[in-house]
């Protein structure tokens, strides 16, 4: 074999002859560029990195993003680009770090405007099993050496953190566009010691008199009072290497005015300033303040605020100086302001108007899983925020904050946010919603603390940070404890008493969308996106299961995908209806038709082995509950109509259920780490923890799987609903509990068994069974409803689509 045809590493000393060396060797070797191994071994994923696209945006987009892959067969690794028609298996997250693939078919990709630069481009394979058998062999990946073809030794987009396409210079983070990810953020970079001359600075009153004119500006010393998120605002054929925007509001004893960094300065100095941050500022520009972006409320810290102009900090024409003074070299003569909060207790929160800013300060008891929202109006590339529910209490109310946190460019604290942590968040708004507790949600300006990132943070000597210490050390923390809990299913607020469509308004409303646009909206949906749908119809059938459903063992089958047979995902967007009607449903009422007394079924197994229902009270009428040989103790109804509708149904989607990932657990110290990784998306990057103990199974609370019917009787959806049993659960918070006759519809009306249960008062009261419940299902029977469907994609096969409440349709009229 010539020289033109070999590879090499980048690390010497490794003569073994490997899966992988012998399909870069076979690529330099053919004339096409092109492979398909006869053999086949797995090789395991340990990075999958994003980055957008290089693709003209005049030309048909398969996807706006790309990913480089990074596989290692145990001996070698190597970086590879994803042909873009194989991107929808990230997109489900069954292409993904930590699992094992198969490579069916490769070519070799030569940069033809550069030279020394190529790479293995993935066109076909097979997914294997979630957890690596090859990695489990490995004691440290980062110690393989990197397999690069002859000749391209020194090509540093190989051998660094940096795209393949060569005209991206950095990666995205893998799920959102807000988190800094990557080798080119610097953090914890040391500050200046050096003397100031600060006999020549000006205040920033003094700004609007400079504003338009030839004056260069004097120098400014100004502390950060406020720091926002990150925005990327990357397109098509913008030609920035780093299109990143950053907003600070900063102080002198003169005053506040925005600040705002630009590009590649973000990646320098993003992480270098925070709250409390004294910076010296020069070159800086001056421009219009940008009217259309959001602002932290800071009336409560009693300053003049300059909003007609914006300190703009560039990294060329002209090149700012950035100098971030060491809090010892910041002396009192400079007089700049002391940063301001004002925390909320619980307590008062339901005192504070609708939208208002507020900090709060809690001890965590809840954290649901992290899960993504794709980002309305926007124009660019589609992107999506990530989001995580959180419940925390202070001690002044029975009820926690409830709070409803987005990524703040926090990843630190956002990814590692558990309980029985203090968990301080800043600038929260805070939401009024009829017929649920007041909720807090973040801003573009909220920043998150947890324990082990207090220290040295200007709200520590607060008075009400201060009591609240004081009253996590009357806690007791196998008390806490029993009232924890982490992932599982949640949304907030609760479905209102009443549903309402109207033309005029739909931007607080559940979109009503037709069977058919629900099948679209869940072969779209992408890995752990959340969406909250109506669909109107009737329940044609349901039955009590008693086993989570189980999708794992599907993923563990390989299955081979072609980049020239499988499409990507498409728009994910939502078909609004088109008449001008307005749809008033009201929620079943408490005295619902049931009898008081309890009916009971009694179940007895016939000399056949064959199980019969039988009502202890009445006779169901036009329908039969029943159950299976196959199942025992499976009870199901269905309508009379259904065994002939379900002939006429033109399509029945099944990929709804209750799996394990949709029920909360308990949080314990021991299982901390496995409790994070299972409630967070999904790493780029594989690590060791990766590999530890698998997520502890829970028993399954039990839940119904319920046929809907479209109004149109084409098509039927199979979805979960899993009822509120007890005052402990998360999703219990704030749930309306009026009482109720537990028929099943009056259920699904009101999301809850009546009473609920709760477990620390030791009371006899029994829930209803499910026969009980379903022997009341006969008042199903042709009723139209409109269900509220929450839907989650939670990986590879697995499709969550659960119903939140039922409502009945008791009056239609026009808007």
Excluded at 353 to 370: H, K, Q, Y
Excluded at 717 to 734: F, H, I, K, L, T
């Amino acid at each position: 074999m010539d020289d033109n045809s070999s590879c090499s590493s980048v690390v010497t000393g490794v003569s073994q002859v490997s899966f992988l060396q012998r399909i870069l060797e076979r690529l330099a070797s053919t004339q096409c560029l092109k492979l398909r191994p006869e053999q086949t071994a797995p090789v395991a994923v340990i990075a999958l990195q994003r980055y957008l696209s290089e693709q003209p945006e005049e030309q048909q987009q398969v996807d706006s993003y790309s990913y480089d892959l990074t596989v290692t067969d145990g001996v070698w690794r190597a970086k590879c680009f994803v042909h873009p028609t194989l991107n929808h298996l990230v997109h489900k997250n069954t292409l993904r770090t930590g699992a094992d693939i198969r490579i069916e078919q490769c070519s070799f990709v030569y940069n033809e405007r550069r030279l020394g630069h190529g790479y293995i481009c993935i066109e076909k394979i097979s997914c294997g099993t979630y957890r690596s058998a090859v990695l489990s062999r490995i004691n440290d990946v980062s110690s393989l050496p990197l397999l690069v073809k002859h000749g391209m030794e020194r090509s540093v987009v190989l051998q660094s953190d940096v795209p393949l396409q060569v005209n991206r210079k950095h990666y995205l983070s893998l799920w959102n566009n807000d988190d800094p990810e990557g080798d080119i953020w610097i953090s914890g970079a040391p500050t200046s010691d050096t003397v100031l001359d600060v006999s020549k600075v000006t205040l920033l009153s003094s700004l609007e008199s400079c504003f338009r004119s030839t004056w260069k500006p004097l120098p400014l010393l100004v502390k950060i009072i406020h720091k926002s998120r990150l925005r990327y605002y990357g397109k098509f054929g913008l030609k920035i290497d780093y299109p990143y925007q950053a907003y600070f509001e900063v102080a002198d004893q003169s005053g506040t005015m925005s600040l705002v960094l630009w590009n590649e300065l973000c990646p320098e100095f993003y992480q270098r300033l925070n709250v409390g941050t004294v910076l010296y500022l020069q070159n800086y520009t001056l421009k219009q303040s940008y009217s259309n972006r959001s602002r932290p409320q800071m009336d409560h810290h009693r300053m003049k605020t300059f909003n007609s102009m914006e300190i703009c900090l560039n990294p060329r024409n002209p090149a700012s100086v950035i100098t971030v003074v060491s809090s010892k070299s910041v002396l009192p003569q400079w007089a700049l302001p002391v940063v301001s909060y004002q925390f909320t207790s619980r307590s008062e929160l339901e005192k504070l108007e609708n939208n208002s800013a507020c900090d709060v300060i809690g001890l965590v008891t809840f954290v649901g899983r992290v899960e993504r929202v794709k980002s309305k109006g926007n124009k660019g590339p589609e992107k999506y925020w990530t989001y995580r529910w959180v419940h925390a209490v202070d001690g002044t109310s029975n009820q926690p904050f409830i709070l409803e946190l987005f990524s703040s460019s926090q990843t630190e604290v956002f990814n590692y946010i558990c309980p029985m942590t203090y968990l301080v968040c800043t600038q929260m708004r805070v939401c009024q919603v009829e017929g649920s507790l007041p909720y807090l949600t973040s801003s573009c300006e909220t920043q998150m603390f947890i324990t082990g990132y207090h220290k040295g943070q200007p709200y520590v000597s607060d008075p009400t940070v201060k009591s609240f210490i004081q009253w996590t050390k009357t806690l007791k923390d196998n008390i806490v404890l029993q009232k924890t809990a982490v992932g599982g299913h949640y949304c907030y607020p609760h479905p209102q008493q009443t549903f309402a469509q109207s033309m005029a308004d739909t931007s607080a409303q559940v979109p009503l969308v037709a069977a058919s646009d629900l099948k679209m909206e869940l072969e779209t949906l992408q890995y752990r996106e959340h969406k909250k749908l109506a669909i109107q119809g009737q329940i044609a059938a349901v039955r009590y299961m008693k086993n989570l459903k189980n999708a794992e063992l599907r993923g563990t089958q390989e299955k081979e995908v072609s980049s020239g047979l499988c499409e990507s995902a498409g728009s994910d967007t939502h078909n609004q209806p088109s008449t001008r009607e307005q749809d008033n449903l009201t929620s079943i009422s408490s005295d619902s038709s049931v009898s008081k007394k309890k009916r009971r079924i009694q179940m007895r197994i016939d000399e056949e082995g064959e199980e019969e229902a039988v009502s202890a009270s009445e006779e169901v009428q036009h329908s039969e509950l029943q159950s299976t040989n196959e199942a025992p103790d499976a009870l199901f109804w269905e309508s009379s109509s259904w065994p002939n509708q379900q002939q006429e149904v033109s399509e029945h989607l099944c990929e709804g259920g209750l799996y394990q990932d949709s029920v909360s657990r308990r949080f314990t110290f021991d299982e901390k780490g496995v409790l994070q990784q299972w409630s967070n998306l999904q790493p780029m990057r594989w690590t060791p923890e990766q590999s530890a103990d698998a997520i502890p199974t829970v028993p399954c609370p039990g839940y119904y799987q319920v046929t809907i019917l479209g109004i149109n009787k084409q098509i039927a959806v199979d979805a979960a609903y899993s009822p509120v049993m007890s005052c402990n659960e998360p999703r219990a918070v704030g749930l309306p509990q009026d009482p109720h006759g537990n028929t099943m519809l009056s259920c699904l009306s009101s999301g809850f068994l009546c009473p609920l249960t709760d477990p620390a008062s030791n009371s006899d009261i029994a829930l209803p069974e499910p026969g009980e419940i379903l022997v009341t299902a006969s008042e199903l029977e042709d009723t139209h409803v409109v269900c509220i469907l929450d839907i989650c994609h939670l990986g590879g096969d697995k499709v969550e689509i659960l119903i939140s409440k039922v409502y009945k349709v008791t009056e239609v009229s026009l808007d």
